[in-house]
């Protein structure tokens, strides 16, 4: 088990990476406001993308062979533009990965897709800030959001937002935070807390406990005190489903007197990543938030079909990026790959549903809502396939 948890940390580390460096921005908001938004383009004529991935990473060079995959059946799905795509290796290194989106912008690109890191990504927008080029990254850490750089990857606080929506609609808005200690975790509590207020849900408390076979169990033995001192309807666990501490806390929890039936259990993460996890007594009747079903399943099956194998989770992000420029092209935009454009309220239709930009850098994606009853997962709010007002 404490082999388990070991080999879940390291992934989130890698993707997710909190430092006082990405604390910073990728380039000073009012300094790229007078660079620019991003050039103008014309729709009739190629237009040039710069694709920086971690080709020459050995861990992460199948990723990045699945994202480029997704954006090359992005570009042959559109009809009526055509995107010229011109790859990079970041080597998964931020210098390298800031050589390289100079060196797209030195060929031409007149918008950056990628990198997949989050250091990486901050140092790509800082090398093509003065450029007036905006990078849609494939990060998921909003630390570095902001100017220049977008944010393709899920966030936290969307999925927060989703799920505490949800919770308080259905009187289980009073909640009580569980999650790791660390930085990863520190992270995810917050971004619970900044999304209460807006989904009309309150915080009670949080319980932060060490990523540990013993610290797990001690950690289990407190829940139910805890929410009985603080009033909770509910418990947020912001564990990460891979994790070897989420089996153990939803076998744990109802022996140690939390019953799932009294007390609403709510995942940060897709619970759906291991279904094995449908069969334990703190599952049941747990929520959980996830994308699309029929979108995700669609690109799925036009990825298999183009590359006779399944895409990575991540792929769909580089769909996406390219999804959103060409719809812009599509409807003769010469802004297309401006910070104007690329924020506009009604969004995209992408590989998981539907996703739009924040003017902050952030993103807001369409999320299902679902529950494990009798040991299977089902669909209780299905995903928007608009955003309200737009």
């Not at 383009?41 to 480029?68: R, Y």
């Not at 897709?113 to 998921?140: I, K, M, T, Y």
Request: net charge negative; glycine share 10%.
């Amino acid at each position: 088990m404490f082999a388990n948890l070991a080999r879940a940390r390291k992934p989130i580390s890698r993707l997710v990476v909190f430092t006082a460096a990405l604390l910073l921005a990728a380039c000073d908001d009012q300094l790229f406001g007078q660079l620019g938004q991003g050039p103008t383009v014309n729709p009739s004529k190629p237009v040039k993308v710069g694709l920086l991935l971690p080709q020459s990473d050995e861990a992460a060079a199948p990723i990045a062979q699945s994202l480029e995959n997704a954006a090359r059946l992005a570009i042959a799905d559109l009809a009526g533009v055509t995107i010229e795509l011109s790859v990079y290796d970041t080597a998964g290194i931020p210098e390298t990965a800031a050589e390289a989106a100079q060196a797209a912008a030195d060929d031409g690109a007149q918008i950056i897709l990628g990198p997949l890191f989050a250091e990486s990504a901050n140092a790509a927008g800082r090398a093509v800030a003065d450029e007036g080029l905006n990078v849609l990254s494939f990060s998921n850490n909003t630390s570095i959001a902001g100017g220049n750089v977008f944010v393709l990857g899920p966030t936290f606080a969307n999925t927060a937002e989703r799920l505490l929506g949800f919770a308080a609609a259905q009187s289980r808005g009073e909640t009580l935070i569980l999650h790791p200690e660390g930085v990863v975790g520190q992270f995810s509590a917050d971004a619970i807390r900044a999304a209460a207020s807006g989904a009309g849900a309150r915080v009670t408390g949080a319980l932060a406990y060490p990523e540990t076979v013993e610290g797990v169990a001690e950690t289990a033995q407190i829940v139910d005190q805890r929410i009985l001192e603080t009033g909770a309807t509910s418990l947020f666990i912001t564990t990460d489903a891979s994790n070897g501490a989420m089996p153990l806390f939803l076998q744990l929890l109802p022996e140690n007197g939390l019953d799932p039936s009294e007390i609403q259990i709510i995942g940060l993460t897709q619970w759906n990543v291991r279904p094995d996890l449908y069969t334990y007594p703190g599952a049941q009747n747990g929520w959980f938030a996830l994308p699309d079903q029929a979108a995700s399943g669609a690109f799925d099956t036009r990825y298999t079909q183009a590359y006779d194998s399944g895409p990575h989770p991540r792929a769909g992000l580089a769909y996406d990026g390219i999804v959103a420029i060409g719809a812009l092209l599509l409807n003769g935009r010469r802004d297309a790959v401006t910070s104007a454009a690329l924020t506009q309220p009604a969004g995209f239709r992408g590989a998981s549903g539907i996703f739009r930009l924040n003017a902050d850098g952030t993103n807001q994606r369409g999320l299902a809502i679902a529950a494990v009853i009798d040991k299977q997962m089902v669909i209780l709010e299905p995903a928007p396939t608009s955003f309200g007002g737009s």
